[in-house]
């Protein structure tokens, strides 16, 4: 089975700390994303990447950055966390490509104050 | 325009009913459509793929797909209490390295 994991089931972080978010998974996939999700908005991309060392901007990217220094591993940061970064983070990775299905985390429910 | 548009919702839906969700989507080089169940408080989970146009079937579940209208479709027949949930359309293309979804469609089943 593939296996996505996600450092931290709970978080809380206060305004203004630089905050790591680590996920890890254990397929060789290509692709790896990031998705914050919040009530009535659905799944948001912030970034992704579909190489080591390689990123692209999602949908939502600003406040965020992200590394991919190993395949297997994608870290989301905030530089400066907010209270409006307070949300549940979903990292996902696939396949590259059409039949590239997405394997979720278990996700990390973030709370700043 | 959104890349990927489901209805709305909330869809309630007595149980043993069919429930209906739609999505539509605006990339006509969408080759795979992908179907995801997301449980409240837990992770989508893929419950459906479809590739090719015409209907395929798992279980109750039906998907749907129309490339020329750009339409994709999942049924559920005999809905069950356990199928409320909320269910994401993620269309994907052969190049894509992007994967987006649309906001959901909340269904909840009436015992």
Not at chain 1, 1 to 24: A, H, I, M, P
Not at chain 1, 72 to 80: N, Y
Not at chain 2, 13 to 29: F, K, M, W
Not at chain 2, 53 to 75: I, M, P, W
Request: aromatic letters at 12%.
């Amino acid at each position: 089975d593939v296996k996505v994991t996600q450092s931290s089931r709970y978080l809380v972080k206060r305004t203004g700390e630089k905050v790591f978010l680590e996920c890890v998974q254990d397929m060789d996939h290509e692709n790896m994303f990031w998705y914050r999700q919040d009530p009535g908005l659905g799944l948001r991309l912030i970034y992704f990447s579909y190489d080591v060392k390689m990123k692209e901007k999602g949908d939502i990217p600003e406040g965020y950055s992200v590394s991919r220094e190993k395949k297997e591993r994608f870290s989301l940061i905030l530089e400066s966390a907010s209270t409006n970064q307070t949300s549940m983070y979903l990292c996902a990775s696939s396949l590259y490509g059409a039949r590239g299905q997405a394997f979720f985390g278990q996700g990390t429910r973030l709370t700043v104050v | 325009q959104k890349e990927v548009e489901q209805n709305s919702g909330p869809l309630s839906v007595p149980e043993g009913a069919i429930a209906s969700l739609n999505c539509t989507y605006s990339d006509r080089g969408s080759q795979s459509f992908f179907w995801y169940r997301q449980y409240s408080g837990k992770s989508p989970e893929l419950i459906m793929s479809i590739y090719s146009n015409g209907d395929k079937e798992d279980g109750r579940f039906t998907a749907q797909l129309n490339k020329a209208s750009q339409y994709v479709s999942l049924l559920i027949r005999d809905s069950q209490p356990s199928d409320s949930a909320t269910y994401l359309c993620a269309p994907r293309g052969a190049n894509d390295y992007k994967l987006s979804f649309g906001a959901g469609t909340t269904v909840t089943v009436r015992a």
